[in-house]
């Protein structure tokens, strides 16, 4: 079954193209058949064969025409065709949006098949615990909308907009969520494992609580995001911008995070074990209690961060910045500080030195 938004006519194109496909493919064997009838009786058929011949041809055609018709039922158009002249009607196709993803759902139940939203109009749409597992809703729009508890594993969000959308303790395990638009969307307690975020909008955004681990964060926009006590272990952070977010308590264990920006961020009691944070930028980071135990911070920009009571045992600070950074009290045993930078502003200990 597919689901197709009333901008998008490509389905309607396939179907033509099918009726026309199925249409040669019946001229072309009933015209074999008739030539292959003519040289077996040498171009002089006996009047009941050529009449049993077209009976069965007409037979054929007719079970092919309503296999087509039946398969042509699992086409339903989310919404109602939208003249562009005319937008006093875009109020009332918000409104009959509900009934259209209910009745969409039932005949979901009734198939295998995924459910596709081609570009759909889902604005404000209210779907909590909704069961929408492996739907295809790339280029969507869901903004404002309450998805809060749905399961949603391996879905296709990709270039989806999804401002302000509610996401609260949902199911994206897997899901696709690549270039898509979660400005200030609530996704606190949400399961993203090994989700596809690469390039998506999530600044501003609620992650509080949310499981992370092994998803593709590469290129992300998570500026001013809260993702306090969430779990980001393993996850792949490459080039990401994580500027003056918060990661208070946050695990991000054995995370890939080289060239990450994470300036003014608040990762105060993180856990950032054997993490990759190699040419990171932590610009005055509150790294206050975080262990970094084993992390790799060869070439980081540490200037002005706070690192005081930090762990950092057999880190390697190769080449790091630490002008005006505070390490008073942070636990530097076997950590590698060749070529580090610092200056009289620098507060550390001269035994590590």
Partial sequence: MTLVNSENFRLYENKANMRLISLVKQ??????????????????????????????????????????????????????????????????????????????????????????????NLKNAQLADINLNCA???????????????????????????????LSHANLKNANLSCSNLINANLSSADLKEANLSNAN?????????????????????????????????????SGNLNRANLLGANLSSAYMNSTELRNANLSGALLKDTNLSDAKLQEANLTGTNLCGANLCCANLKNANLS???????????????GANLSTANLNGANLCCVRINQATQIDKKWL
């Fill in 27 to 120: 001229v072309t064997w009933i015209s074999l058949g008739f030539t292959l009838m003519l040289l077996l009786t040498k171009g002089k058929p006996p009047g009941f064969v050529v009449g049993l011949y077209l009976c069965l041809s007409l037979f054929v055609t007719w079970s092919k025409q309503r296999w087509f018709k039946k398969k042509s039922e699992n086409f339903l158009t989310i919404s109602p065709e939208f003249n562009h002249r005319d937008l006093s009607d875009a109020q009332n196709k918000l409104d009959c949006q509900s009934d259209l993803v209910e009745k969409a759902l039932v005949l979901k139940s009734q198939s295998h098949n995924s459910v596709n939203f081609v570009l759909a």
């Fill in 136 to 166: 295809y809703l790339s280029g969507s729009n869901l903004s404002h909308a309450n998805l809060s508890g749905a399961s949603l594993w391996n879905s296709n969000f990709s270039t989806a907009e999804l401002v302000h959308t509610n």
């Fill in 202 to 238: 999530l600044s501003n955004a609620d992650l509080r609580d949310s499981d992370l681990s092994g998803a593709n964060l590469s290129n992300t926009d998570l500026r001013d995001a809260n993702l306090s006590s969430g779990n980001l272990t393993n996850v792949y952070l490459w």
């Fill in 309 to 323: 009571n930090a762990n950092l045992e057999n880190a390697n600070l190769e080449g790091a910045n630490l002008e």
